[in-house]
């Protein structure tokens, strides 16, 4: 499934409501992060790995822990743990890919 268009992530997702994300007067950090997402048309919140500008895009994998407990790992590294009540487990291409930027 091909992703959604830029602008309609940008009004689906509520980043600024993002858990885990540096804020923007943060001092940079670096390397893989794990978010997340809200998202104001779905029940849930959705799972985002940040990479740092430049690199490549991580390997997401998700491994399951025990019952509906899966763990979300970026090139080997575990980002986030997520235990879901109901419904499917997450998979890789649930997972969204975030570059973080440079610092100016």
Known sequence: MAPPPHDQMRDRYEWSQAKSLMPVQ???????????VPDSTEDMDHIAVVYDKGETPPHITIKQVSGSVHQVLADGIAVAIIARASGKAPSAADVLLVERRSPS
């Open 26 to 36: 943060a001092k940079c950090e670096r390397g893989l992060q794990g978010a997340l």
